[in-house]
């Protein structure tokens, strides 16, 4: 019988100087059944002429070409193409192991699961490992129970938040696709396929090396931007307590009211809000502190440390932090 078909789409855009590492890396993979979807969304260096390139060579490569509207409609434009029973996504600027659909396709042909995570390594440009992250075993949850995890246990071994380094069944993005316009699109699609998910297995095997690129749009370090960024991890977080709403789901509701809360708290801390924003997120962390304040989640000792933060104000708060910790420094008579 032969092997189903495993679409792999990859977004381009001006990634010359890894492209042809990343293709070479899919069009080499011992699993050969493959449609690979490369979506150019208006590459203005030659990563256009080296899709083409690829496409001449390897019938299996199909090269669209779109203006320039951002990776989740690169993506999208992927999904709309997909011809195989099953999706991968691979980053222009990411490679993987030789082996990786294989092993992904023979574990998740043999379970019950929607899709299966492997790990992967963070490298630099030269390709040099910095860090694995990966499973000691395997492993398999439910996508609400990969969610509690994520948000409550995380140890930085799972891989539930980034769409890259999973083998998906189609039939989850029948009625799903990435939200346009936004940064951390993989963050923010992830639970609206998780919460579809019945069973997702995780294995202890390192197939995706994630690259740790200086010139990526999340690298961009102008005020500008930062508060661009800010602002779209509001708007996330905000999306994801409505999709909890929904699926009646109110402790995943509550781990996003204190992510957000102890991400406001730590980035005034560290005076890093980004000009402009510091009173919009004091408000928003106060609101959410309401919510959470007669809930059984967090303990009674985080309550009370969002309560101060609010009632006192960041800057009282901030001499608060810094006397505790110049008292904890100090030696012992």
Same mark, same amino acid.
């Given at each position: 019988m +032969?092997?189903?078909?495993i ?12 492209l ?6 899919v069009?080499?993979q011992?699993y050969?059944?493959?449609e ?5 969304? *208006? ?10 390139q690829?496409?001449? +060579?390897?019938?299996r490569?199909?090269? $669209? ?10 993506? &999208?434009?992927?999904?709309?193409? @997909? ?6 996504f691979?980053?222009?600027?990411d490679y993987?192991?030789?082996?990786m ?9 043999? /379970?019950?699961?929607s899709?299966v995570?492997?790990g ?10 910095? *860090?694995?992250?990966s499973v000691?075993?395997?492993r @398999? %949850?439910?996508?609400?129970?990969g969610?509690?995890?994520?948000y409550y246990?995380?140890?930085g071994?799972?891989? $539930?938040v980034?769409v890259?380094?999973?083998?998906y ?11 346009? *316009?936004i940064? $951390?699109e993989?963050?923010?699609?992830m639970?609206?396929?998780? #919460? ?6 995780? #294995? ?6 994630y690259?740790?690129?200086?010139h990526s749009?999340t690298?961009?370090? /102008?005020?500008?931007?930062?508060a661009?960024?800010? +602002? &779209?991890a ?11 709403k929904?699926?009646? #789901?109110?402790?995943?509701? &509550?781990?996003?009211?204190?992510? %957000?809360i102890s +991400? ?13 924003m510091?009173?919009e ?11 959470v304040?007669?809930?059984s ?11 101060? $933060?609010c009632?006192?104000?960041p &800057?009282?708060f901030?001499l608060?932090?810094k ?10 008579n």
């Open positions: +032969k092997n189903p078909l679409t792999v789409i990859i977004p381009v855009y001006n990634v010359e100087k890894y042809r590492r990343c293709l070479d890396s069009i080499s011992t050969q059944n493959l690979i979807i490369c979506v150019d969304d *208006g590459s203005t260096d030659h990563s256009s002429e080296i899709c083409e690829y496409a001449l +060579k390897d019938e490569v199909k090269v $669209f070409h779109q203006e320039n509207q951002g990776v989740s409609a690169a993506r &999208n434009k992927g999904l709309d193409m @997909v011809a195989g029973e099953y999706i991968t691979v980053d222009s600027d993987i192991q030789s082996d659909l294989e092993r992904l396709y023979s574990e998740l042909s043999k /379970s019950e699961a899709y995570i492997c992967y390594n963070v490298v630099n440009s030269a390709g040099i490992i910095l *860090g694995t992250h000691g075993k395997n @398999v %949850c439910s996508g609400a129970d969610l509690r995890q994520h246990h995380s140890n071994q799972e891989n $539930f980034t890259w380094g999973k083998l069944n189609k039939e989850l993005f029948a009625d799903v696709r990435f939200k346009a *316009g940064y $951390f993989d963050i923010h699609i639970p609206y396929l998780l #919460l579809q998910s019945s069973e997702v297995l995780l #294995l202890p095997y390192v197939g995706y090396s690259t740790q690129n200086e749009i690298n961009t370090s /102008s005020e500008t931007h930062r661009h960024l800010y +602002k &779209n509001f708007e996330i977080w905000k999306d994801h307590i409505e999709l909890y929904r699926c009646g #789901l109110p402790d995943l509701e &509550n781990a996003v009211y204190c992510a %957000c +991400k406001v708290i730590a980035h005034s801390l560290s005076n890093s809000i980004p000009n402009g510091e009173r997120s004091l408000a928003l962390a106060r609101q959410y502190i309401k919510k304040i007669w809930r989640r967090p303990p009674i000792k985080q309550k009370l440390y969002y309560a101060l $933060f009632l006192l104000g &800057n009282v901030k608060l932090a006397a505790r910790d110049f008292r904890r420094s100090k030696p012992n």
